[in-house]
């Protein structure tokens, strides 16, 4: 009585045996019930075999007899049919099927196609001996003998089965009845002793808890006063466990912690209201040596039969201080930059809509930081800008491929009064944890643009200013010409034509610097280009020899460009490599491919068979007004190659020269796979 849980362990243990017994017996008892389905199964076999056998000696005999192979058809269908049934007999009762029985059903078979074979070979009276011969006869009695013995066997083994199954349900019985009588003899002491031994290892098992935990463990009892604590709050606190044992906790913390501690204590002990039971809270811990730490207090209420307790989990948080307070820095830091800084910054989340934005954003869009957050950013852009926003932001989320991320781009921004300015937006993607961000930079580029339009309108009037006189000069030399008529010297007419050339190369070189500044300048009208279509353009344009050969690759990649601009680059690059050529017949190859060290790339190679160009100028015929010959042997400004860079470059490619002097030249261009369709 002392003891009710023994009580009910005995009877959940004698119910489990008892109910146990039950199962064995169903068990037997299907077990029985499997039995007479398989032992019923093969006494289907059986008759099954008998009567297989007999349709394929029929089958075979008559085939002997009236010569008609279409018994033969019979036999063949019937003959599978006869194995499958022997071989799942064998399966079900190989201790009875013999292998005499086995061994004359595989020789009925053998004669019976023999005799298959007779016939077809027009022997039937050989059939017919084999068949209705002494040795079939004797091996048809030994296998219908052996089919007999096969039933009887399957009986004989009927009784023995019952009889054997009549005994497990006895033993099982006997068993269930012996093991209530053990557990109602023996089943309190072994409890009792089993109960016993689990008490010492829950015990043992919380002191290992105990010892081997990070945090320090301390437990005090109503008091306040210290019962137990692990090694790791000896390490932590730098008391041994015997020095601070029977103390008050209240010596671990310094004031006004330690009286604040008692106060607590005082009130739950008389109101029942914690105040740190059940809760974290940071305090301060105290050292043997004086020194302080900060810590986090866990506290649980625990109760012992009668007796109750109080335990403390303690986490030194100085790192975590430490680092909490460097994150605190770096948003300061962060915020600071973000308030300070002379450009609009704006961030938004993953639908676009805006989080944050600094003061700037606010001077330069007329909106307070509260009027924008929480909006869509599209409010900050016109039509059609705020259309084609969400559709880039929409793609790349579903693709991953970006349009405007990582990218400077040129659009408009809307102000609150309804004005709008040009700007240069720049996106980055920020991760924090599983959140995405963007963050964009806005420059206001209006007064970039006005000066732009300022040096286009100066380009222009120079442009004019300049060629005026150059067609003054021109028109001066060949009044000169007419003036002096035949009696023009042959140094005098020299040096007129000369002067006639450098007035053109001085037109040509006014005419590349106003092409020069106007690239770059304006929206992208990027439209897809087929380079096979632009390259047949380009030879409509440029007068090629008849000398030259221009091989151009099949199915050359369509990129996003300026159509204007790349015939620029190719009439140049083709038109450069006939100027310059040492023969008057040569060969220029134009291929492109993927770019095989970076895939964000497809290059572009126009090759010649040209005197080629040392690799010490490969820069430098890239610079405007460079060239390698001498201006009067070959007319050229040194502005061409100067304008293919910077249109190549103004759609964020690249141009490099492979240069190799005395084996042609080779133009390398690197098209983005981002301009690409």
Known sequence: MKSPLVWKLCWILAI???????????????????????????????????????????????????????????????????????????????????????SANQKLVEMEAHSFGLIRAGQREAAIEILFG??????????????????????????????????????IGVGVIAALVFILVFGLSSLKSFSSRTKREVEEKSRRILETAIDPIISIDEKGIIQVCNPAAEKEFGYMSSEIAGQNIKMLMPSPYSEEHDTYLANYMK????????????????????????????????????????????????????????????????????????????????????????????????YMSSEIAGQNIKMLMPSPYSEEHDTYLANYMKTGKAQIIGLVRELVGLRKDGSVFPMELSVSEVWVEDHRSFTGIVRNISHTKKMIQELEQFAYIVSHDLKAPLRAIESL?????????????????????????????????????????????????????????????VLDLIAVPVNFSIEIGKQLPDIMAEHIKLIQVFTNLIGNSIKHHNNSHGKINISAGEYERDRKFIEIFVTDDGPGISPEYSEKIFKIFQTLAARDDKENTGVGLAIVKKIIENHDGQIHLLANAGIGTTFHILWPKGATQ
């Open 16 to 102: 489990f045996i008892v109910g146990a017994g039950i199962w064995s017996v169903w068990s037997v008892y299907q077990e029985i019930s499997l039995e007479k389905k398989r032992n019923l199964k093969i006494n289907q076999l059986s008759g099954t075999i008998i009567y297989l056998d007999e349709v394929l000696t029929a089958s075979a005999r008559l085939a002997a007899a009236q010569g008609d192979l279409a018994w033969e058809t019979r036999y063949n269908s019937f003959e599978p049919k006869l194995d499958a049934a022997i071989q799942e007999a064998k399966r079900l009762l190989p201790q009875v099927f013999k292998n005499q029985t086995n």
């Open 134 to 171: 002494e040795k079939y006869e004797e091996q048809k009695k030994i296998y219908r003998n052996g089919m007999k013995e096969l039933a009887t066997a399957i009986s004989k083994i009927n009784l023995s089965e019952l009889e054997k199954n009549k005994k497990r349900v006895f033993i």
């Open 477 to 537: 030399s060949e009044w000169i010409e007419e003036d002096l008529g035949n009696d023009v010297s042959e140094e005098t007419a020299e040096n007129i034509t000369m002067l006639r050339g450098r007035v053109h190369r001085m037109e040509g070189l006014i005419n590349g610097i106003l092409e020069y500044s106007r690239i770059g300048n304006g929206e992208h009208n990027l439209t897809s280009c087929n380079l096979n279509m632009v390259l047949d353009e």
């Open 271 to 366: 109101t029942g209201k914690a105040q740190i039971i059940g809760l974290v809270r940071e305090l301060v811990g105290l050292r043997k040596d004086g020194s302080v730490f900060p810590m986090e207090l866990s506290v649980s209420e625990v109760w012992v039969e009668d007796h109750r307790s109080f335990t403390g989990i303690v986490r030194n948080i100085s790192q975590l201080k430490q680092t909490r307070n460097e994150l605190n820095r770096s948003e300061a830091r962060s915020r600071s930059i973000l308030e300070t800084a002379i450009d609009p910054i704006i961030s938004i989340d993953e639908k676009g809509i805006v989080q944050l934005c600094n003061p700037a954003a606010e001077k330069e869009f007329g």
